[in-house]
T-cell receptor, first 111, second 114 residues
Framework: SQKIEQNSEALNIQEGKTATLTCNYTNYSPAYLQWYRQDPGRGPVFLLLIRENEKEKRKERLKVTFDTTLKQSLFHITASQPADSATYLCALSYNNNDMRFGAGTRLTVKP | SQTIHQWPATLVQPVGSPLSLECTVEGTSNPNLYWYRQAAGRGLQLLFYSVGIGQISSEVPQNLSASRPQDRQFILSSKKLLLSDSGFYLC?????????????FGPGTRLLVL
């Protein structure tokens, strides 16, 4: 069956460092992959979408990579700030059929 | 601009009671609509999605049902709640024709079944 794994349940880093979150998947050939941010008690908010034929995408301090050979996406936040503390979810879509979310990684950036 | 509303924000219901959660979207026409459930510390579980009025696809068989009586209104219901129905319920929408792309989520309803 299809599986999406986000590397760890929680990640703690120091302010100013780069946070790297991992999303691995199996038994899936996604057409595109998305990353969302979710704050406690709120709905997820879309951050970035990357297609299967794209290797990397950037938006301000955010960078996403997508390696379809390794079946992995990496999500980087550079120069992290305490305000970046949240849970980050990856989601995979296969063309127009289905979309699945990972369980998320809770990031805490300490001042 | 587009806005999505959900209510109520919080709900405490006894086991066996009925449920009705409502979601409405403003500022767009013919959106695709979705209901998700998120258990504590878990990922999002897709429950239902709809590509048009009266068109409902169910992802998980359970005691919940969904209806779409109007273009921008999506309702999640149950005749008899179970303890396992507790969770955070999220409604989301996507633009027509982009069913599984960027999803815009509502603020959610936290349901506690006692």
């Amino acid at each position: 069956s299809q599986k999406i794994e986000q590397n760890s349940e929680a990640l703690n880093i120091q302010e100013g460092k780069t946070a790297t979150l991992t999303c691995n998947y199996t038994n899936y050939s996604p057409a595109y992959l998305q990353w969302y941010r979710q704050d406690p008690g709120r709905g997820p908010v879309f951050l970035l979408l990357i297609r299967e034929n794209e290797k990397e995408k950037r938006k301000e301090r955010l960078k996403v990579t997508f390696d379809t050979t390794l079946k992995q996406s990496l999500f980087h936040i550079t120069a992290s700030q305490p305000a970046d503390s949240a849970t980050y979810l990856c989601a995979l879509s296969y063309n127009n059929n289905d979309m699945r979310f990972g369980a998320g990684t809770r990031l805490t950036v300490k001042p | 601009s587009q806005t999505i509303h959900q209510w109520p924000a919080t709900l405490v219901q006894p086991v066996g009671s009925p449920l009705s959660l409502e979601c409405t979207v403003e500022g767009t026409s013919n959106p695709n609509l979705y209901w998700y459930r998120q258990a504590a510390g878990r990922g999002l579980q897709l429950l239902f999605y709809s590509v048009g009025i009266g068109q409902i696809s169910s992802e998980v068989p359970q005691n919940l049902s969904a209806s779409r009586p109007q273009d921008r209104q999506f309702i999640l219901s149950s005749k008899k709640l179970l303890l396992s129905d507790s969770g955070f319920y999220l409604c989301a929408w996507t633009y027509s024709g982009t069913q599984w792309k960027t999803q815009y989520f509502g603020p959610g309803t936290r349901l506690l079944v006692l």
